[in-house]
């Protein structure tokens, strides 16, 4: 099908997008990479009076380092992520999770923006952000504010975003030196996750690890960060009984669902055996030395 | 309403100007406002890749675009590969490596091949195969379509390399 009339806009400032989208009066929808909203706009399951272009805005592209954190604007591409020397550096759990978006058209398209605020329970930036910990800022009406993941994302494609408001940079901690892993089941390479489990670790003294963080995807109406399995693991050697701990306290996170590509059952079955796929890759990429 | 919007852009190395809607989707701006059939349409929702272009080079999906946002924008299609009468070195490789069958994915497989090798990597097998995913067949199996690949990168990249 086709999309149903609206009014095409496009913003050069993140001001002028505001703008916009106060004027529609919530009826609008941001563009960015497009790989979400158009599908939607084509089957008709989105109608809105308005589309507003971000891809003329500037300032937004930027990867940068200061004061302990990297700064990535939302319309920053899975494409510059997944060949950005700084992403990979400074965020691996990042460049790790994107060769698992979509194709290669996709991924030259789609930004880091549009995957957060679409929101989807099995997307990987959102799984990497709420991992990470990472604080989204939004632009609005009323001005700036800092949002958490955590807080960001509320449910299957809702966000704490006001109908006016634009995501403009996520900031991650400067994550240099840390390990990072995916593992993940779906039906296809580049499909959605059936269960995605991300983690990011730092090595410590001898064979431990300073802190591991594990966020979990799919498991839920939105990505978790398994706050009781990661203090588990800080200090630990990643040994089979505190692998073994961590991966109970996952699945006693979880709250899967069944839809059309596994049932909550098959789900929680995933959970353990992921979660130590995981944190196994994790030991084997210490080991060899490719973060 | 839908809003109208003057568009200018560069295609297969001609320049074009046309009025469109703001809701036109690029797929259908290149096929019935300028004609260039070649590019094809499936699933409208980014999931088969018949319908991928190069933009400024890079392949993308034209049915998750916008006409409007291709202003000012390069555009290659299959139309622009082959010469006069002389087919483009992918569609040799598509040819002797038979790689199509019907025929309906071609376009996009085409272009995709070709962007590969303007990124100057030669890919076999199964990150060939990854590189490739956006783009779907009903017909072959894969299989030759692989193949002709790995032939056109191999001759192109190769011998620019060499
Ligand atoms: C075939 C296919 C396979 C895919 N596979 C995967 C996959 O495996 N994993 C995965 O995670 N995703 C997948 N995706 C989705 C893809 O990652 C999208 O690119 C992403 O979800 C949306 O990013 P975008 O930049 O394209 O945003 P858009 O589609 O432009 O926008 C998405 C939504 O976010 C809003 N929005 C965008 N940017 C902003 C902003 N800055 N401020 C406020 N609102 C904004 C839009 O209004 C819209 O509601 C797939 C998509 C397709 C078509
Ligand atoms: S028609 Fe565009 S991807 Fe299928
Ligand atoms: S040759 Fe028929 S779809 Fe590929």
Redesign the interface.
């Known amino acids: 099908?086709?999309?149903?009339?609206?009014?095409?806009?496009?913003a050069e400032t993140t001001e002028a997008a505001v703008a916009a989208l106060e004027r529609f009066e919530g009826n609008a929808r941001c563009?960015a990479g497009?790989?979400s909203l158009?599908?939607l706009?084509?089957?008709r399951l989105l109608r809105p009076a308005a589309?507003i272009?971000l891809?003329r805005l500037s300032g937004l592209d930027h990867v940068t380092v200061d004061d302990g954190r990297v700064r990535v604007g939302a319309l920053v591409r899975y494409?510059t992520l997944e060949t950005s020397a700084l992403v990979a550096e400074r965020i691996p759990l990042l460049a790790r999770a994107v060769p698992f978006v979509?194709?290669?058209?996709?991924r030259?398209?789609g930004t880091l923006g549009g995957a957060l605020c679409h929101a989807d329970p099995a997307g990987e930036m959102a799984l990497a952000a709420v991992t990470l910990g990472a604080s989204l800022r939004a632009v609005g009406p009323d001005g700036v504010r800092e949002v958490p993941a955590d807080d960001f994302f509320q449910g299957p494609y809702t966000t704490a975003l006001a109908p006016a408001e634009v995501l403009t940079e996520v900031a991650f901690l400067d994550g240099r030196g840390a390990v990072a892993a995916v593992a993940e089941h779906a039906r296809r390479?580049?499909d959605f996750a059936i269960v995605a489990i991300a983690a990011a670790g730092l090595p410590g003294p001898g064979d431990s690890w300073r802190w591991v963080r594990i966020g979990l995807g799919g498991v839920a109406p939105r990505p978790l960060y398994a706050a009781r399995a990661s203090a588990l693991l800080a200090g630990t050697r990643l040994e089979p009984k505190a692998v073994r701990a961590a991966a109970e306290a996952c699945l006693a996170d979880a709250d899967p669902a069944s839809d059309i590509r596994a049932s909550a059952e098959y789900r929680r079955h995933l959970i353990p055996v992921f979660v130590e796929r995981v944190l196994a890759e994790l030991r084997e990429r210490r080991r060899g030395g490719t973060r | 309403m839908s809003s109208r919007h003057r568009i200018r852009v560069t295609v297969n190395g001609r320049a074009y100007e046309r009025d469109v809607q703001g809701r036109r989707l690029l797929v259908d701006f290149l096929r019935h406002d300028l004609g260039l059939y070649g590019t094809h349409v499936g699933c409208e929702q980014g999931v088969c890749g018949a319908c991928t272009v190069l933009l400024d080079g890079q392949v993308v999906k034209s049915c998750l675009m916008l006409a409007p946002q291709a202003d000012g924008r390069t555009l290659t299609t299959v139309e622009g590969l082959a010469g006069r009468g002389e087919l483009h070195p992918v569609q040799e490789a598509f040819r002797e490596a038979h790689g199509l069958q019907c025929g309906y994915c071609t376009p996009g497989f085409l272009l995709s091949a070709v962007a590969l090798a303007d990124r100057g990597v030669v890919l076999e097998g199964k990150s060939l195969r990854a590189e490739l995913a956006g783009n779907l067949c009903r017909c072959t199996g894969y299989q030759n379509i692989v193949e002709a690949v790995e032939r056109y990168l191999r001759q192109t990249v190769g011998s620019r390399r060499g």
């Open positions: 099908m086709k999309p149903a009339p609206f009014e095409y806009v496009t563009l497009g790989q158009v599908p706009l084509n089957m589309v272009d891809n494409s979509g194709d290669r058209q996709i030259n398209r390479h580049g």
